[in-house]
């Protein structure tokens, strides 16, 4: 993509997304939270020295939130900025009470990028994975301002690697220093002469969902609803596990074991056509204040509960892998050591294929599901062994692949790009 292309979309897709606002709730989410942006952030001019994390979405807020926390534990004098580019991460974490300041990203543009870094003035900015906007890195490159690209993920068929790609390729160049997640990412800048400042990091949200398998369980409303009970917990569901599963609940409600739905979406319709498909399904926030539940299937109509369910699961199944979509992060469910099933779409996320490989999770074949999967089932059930020693693999899959954040800081430290 050449510049001009560039900035045609940096100014096409701010009035697209207005016009599509009066119509759809996340296009007006994005043009109504970036008003005023600039006012807001005046109250960061000349406060002291300031920590920048840029994430796209949810998703990789989760893997920079590690080390976003901890930074904040060892440069406690850094202020710390954290901006999204997407509404379902700024709606999510707006409130986030490791940051100072979160906003959205201004959209790129020479303009918004030197106004942006003249008042809040960054000591370091951190991207996370896949985020790159041209002009935002271009003034931070010529400010002679650190900039890091934590946990990134290279693919082959992605731009950078293709003959029309040599922007993709001049944003690269920008950085101070890439923290990639594996061997194939690495080599793949090395063959476009990006090598130099490159290091093998891994993946930050191994090192998260660890910390979150540490906290303490008991006196939880998870922990007083789900305690004792066989359940299997379905995690950001789609229709198409929801359905899935509905063919598999009868077997698992006279087996005694329950059926805990989280799923992707959390709208009022959805609920609705949940509770249709689902006739004995009581929801989260009618009986949070309970000791107890007497029906077979419990509804999570609650954000932000699923990485703390997973540890409850006798399985735990993690939604979107039967779509084009793609599957969800398997790590949450994988750090609690009980057997993870996913559908088959799993080939774009690399964890959920090595997870596969190395025998700790089980995937399901694209014809005949539903009967697959009560078949593993029933195979668990009559052989806990065998749950176990995939649980057991899962848990050691996660385990050994933590330290990113450290490697990170590590980096930061020894370079002084913050000091105390």
Request: aromatic residues 12%; hydrophobic residues 40%.
């Amino acid at each position: 993509m050449s510049q001009f292309f560039y900035q045609l979309f940096c100014w096409t897709y701010p009035l697209l997304l207005r016009l599509a606002a009066p119509f759809h709730p996340k296009a007006r989410a994005w043009v109504e939270g970036r008003r005023g942006i600039f006012d807001r952030l005046e109250v960061l001019r000349g406060k002291g020295p300031l920590v920048w994390m840029h994430c796209a979405s949810l998703g990789e807020f989760e893997q920079g939130r590690p080390l976003l926390e901890s930074i904040r534990k060892n440069y406690p004098s850094y202020r710390i900025l954290l901006t999204f580019f997407s509404p379902s991460g700024y709606e999510h974490q707006k409130h986030f009470v490791g940051a100072d300041q979160v906003e959205y990203l201004p959209m790129d543009g020479p303009r918004n990028a030197k106004r942006f870094l003249e008042i809040v003035e960054p000591k370091l900015v951190i991207f996370v994975k896949y985020e790159f906007w041209f002009f935002y890195l271009k003034k931070i490159f010529y400010r002679n301002i650190p900039l890091l690209l934590v946990s990134a993920y290279f693919r082959p068929s992605m731009s950078f690697f293709r003959w029309y790609g040599r922007l993709s390729r001049k944003m690269l160049t920008r950085f101070h220093h890439i923290f990639v997640q594996d061997e194939l990412s690495k080599k793949l800048l090395e063959q476009i002469g990006i090598g130099q400042n490159v290091e093998i990091g891994g993946d930050t949200r191994f090192d998260r969902v660890r910390t979150l398998a540490q906290l303490p369980a008991t006196g939880s409303t998870a922990h007083r609803l789900l305690s004792g009970r066989k359940a299997v917990i379905v995690g950001s569901s789609w229709p198409a596990d929801e359905a899935l599963w509905s063919a598999v609940q009868p077997w698992l409600q006279a087996r005694g074991i329950a059926l805990v739905l989280v799923p992707h979406e959390v709208d009022s319709n959805h609920l609705q056509a949940l509770q249709k498909q689902f006739p004995t399904a009581v929801r989260y926030s009618e009986i949070a204040a309970q000791k107890n539940w007497d029906t077979e299937v419990l509804l999570i109509d609650r954000i932000g509960l699923l990485a703390e369910l997973y540890r409850y699961g006798w399985v735990n199944y993690v939604g979107g892998g039967l779509t084009h979509g793609g599957v969800h992060n398997v790590l949450e469910a994988a750090v609690y050591a009980r057997p993870v099933i996913t559908g088959p779409r799993i080939e774009k996320y690399r964890e959920a294929v090595e997870l596969a490989r190395t025998n700790g999770s089980y995937t399901l074949p694209t014809e005949k599901t539903s009967e697959q999967l009560q078949r593993q089932l029933e195979a668990w059930l009559e052989d806990p062994l065998q749950a176990d020693a995939m649980g057991e693999r899962a848990g050691r899959f996660v385990q050994a692949r933590t330290g990113a954040v450290d490697r990170v800081l590590r980096y930061i430290q020894e370079n002084r790009l913050l000091t105390n």
